[in-house]
């Protein structure tokens, strides 16, 4: 008879004899970047050669379309729709990545072919997000071929601009939202609290962007002859940024800070934070004083330079520089209130003196999301996956990262469970991206009992 434990056995199999390793390895040879225009076509054929004939063997209607925003990768859906009485799950993923940086991996590695070392798959999209929705739809077909069907509807959103803000997808599935509407949305992305720790996040946090500008003179003027009698632009700046975030990393913009709610305090106790081995990286005492670090990361936001130029670096001369210019980045949760970041930026500013530094091009990256930790099919989910591992899964308010569930929320009106099936250390905005194998195969056989369940009629009332 079809079991639960038949469909989990199916995925576990099916990692352990190498059919995911030789998935992973088809999927990261197509070298996806959206981030490199020459690497443009490759987007549309990891949709219809990667994924299109995979998922349509499992019974799926699949769809390529065009990116609503010209330049912008193309978003493939498919649907497997048993019955519209049945609950509808929406999975999501995303099939482009980062540049490849093929220049900076260690030797023997590259970023477009995967290299089993150990506990770790290298290469570009292992962990970022290629081998994430593999996990997810390899589980699926387990139990397609356990149980004869799933007992559920399934939609699936995989875009390929996701690493250049997920433009389009919005207006995409604005214009959909009737074919996409679903009860939950249940995907991977982003890493665990720690790499031993299955997690639940139910959203993300969001970013908001500003160069920060100070423009003195039309050109530079000799070092020599006028050092020590003309401002410069660099340390002015350096000053300004000063005044934004003490040298422990406490944010002294205090207008940009709302409240931490008391249920992300309560959820977050107890909460573990570690990025595994070399990739660890906590500065005790940095940052907001009186939190844990978990409160930092996952109920708090944070302040940062990305970038930060005056003069050429790369071939400085003997000049006082004419400009200086910082991109700067909030990493925020949707407790904050957007609309007051560049004002109170411009209003403290203006306070400490620096009424001549410019705030230029500010916007958000990508909005924060979040569901109710408390909602039913984060309790449902949680209940499954910890039936399947025998251990528990630690709950967190948002991921420290970025991920359009904003659109997920705004358009179709669904709740947020994702669970990642990375960790923090696993490089994958740099060289040596990879996925660790013992994650991923607690991942695949989380996810088998979770399809498996959804199938017995026991989800969350609609």
Same mark, same amino acid.
């Not at 940024?241 to 709302?258: A, S, Y």
């Not at 904003?406 to 099936?421: K, M, R, S």
């Given at each position: ?12 199999? &099916? ?12 999927? /990261? #040879? ?11 076509? #490759? ?59 093929? $220049? ?12 089993? #070392? ?16 593999? @996990?997810? @739809? ?72 500003? $160069? ?36 422990? *990393? ?31 990286? /906590? ?6 004083? *009186?939190?844990?670090? !978990? ?28 400009? !200086? ?30 009424? &001549? ?44 990262? *970025?991920?359009?569930?904003?659109? &997920? /929320? ?50 969350? #009332?609609?």
């Amino acid at each position: 008879m079809p079991s639960r434990d038949g469909a989990i056995s199916r995925a576990l199999s &099916f990692f352990d004899d190498g059919g995911y390793a030789a998935l992973l390895s088809r999927l /990261v #040879a197509i070298p996806s970047t959206s981030q490199d225009p020459d690497y443009a076509p #490759a987007l549309t054929r990891y949709l219809e050669e990667g994924l299109k004939p995979w998922v349509e063997s499992l019974g799926f209607v699949t769809r390529i379309s065009p990116n609503p925003k010209p330049g912008f990768g193309p978003i493939l859906t498919a649907e497997r729709v048993e019955d519209p009485s049945l609950p509808t799950v929406l999975l999501y993923g995303h099939g482009d990545t980062v540049r490849g940086l093929d $220049d900076q991996w260690h030797d023997g590695l590259k970023p477009w072919e995967v290299k089993d #070392a150990g506990d770790r798959w290298y290469g570009r999209g292992t962990a970022d997000n290629k081998g994430q929705h593999a @996990i997810d @739809i390899a589980a699926l077909e387990a139990v397609i071929a356990e149980r004869g069907r799933l007992g559920f509807n399934v939609k699936l959103v995989i875009e390929t601009c996701e690493e250049r803000g997920s433009t389009g997808l919005k207006d995409f599935v604005a214009a959909n939202a009737k074919e996409l509407a679903a009860d939950v949305l249940i995907a991977s992305d982003g890493p665990r609290v720690e790499p031993e720790l299955p997690t639940i996040t139910t959203g993300t946090r969001g970013t908001w962007h500003c $160069d920060l500008v100070i423009r003195l003179r039309p050109g530079g003027v000799h070092s020599g002859h006028w050092g020590g009698l003309t401002r410069d632009p660099a340390v002015l700046l350096a000053h300004a940024i000063t005044t934004i975030m003490d040298r422990d *990393g406490k944010i002294l913009v205090r207008d940009w800070l709302p409240p931490m709610p008391n249920s992300v305090r309560e959820l977050l106790k107890g909460c573990p934070i570690g990025g595994g081995g070399e990739a660890a990286s /906590v500065d005790p005492g940095w940052g907001e004083p *009186g939190l844990t670090p !978990a409160e930092k990361i996952y109920g708090w936001q944070s302040f940062i330079v990305l970038a930060m130029v005056s003069g050429r670096p790369e071939n400085p001369v003997n000049a006082v520089a004419p400009d !200086a210019r910082a991109h700067c980045q909030i990493r925020y949760t949707v407790d904050a209130d957007t609309t007051r970041f560049e004002p109170a930026l411009r209003a403290h500013l203006d306070a400490n003196g620096f009424d &001549f530094v410019a705030i230029e091009n500010a916007y958000i990256r990508m909005p924060a999301s979040r569901t109710d930790p408390g909602n039913p099919w984060v309790g449902w989910t949680r209940s499954s996956m910890e039936r399947t591992l025998g251990k528990r899964v630690q709950v967190i308010p948002n991921s420290s990262g *970025g991920l359009p569930g904003d659109v &997920f /929320v705004d358009h179709l009106n669904v709740p947020l469970v994702w669970i990642p099936h990375s960790y923090s250390g696993c490089k994958q905005h740099g060289p040596d991206e990879h996925l660790l194998k013992s994650t991923a195969r607690e991942g695949i056989a989380a996810f088998a009992g979770i399809w498996w369940d959804l199938g017995e009629g026991g989800a969350p #009332a609609r």
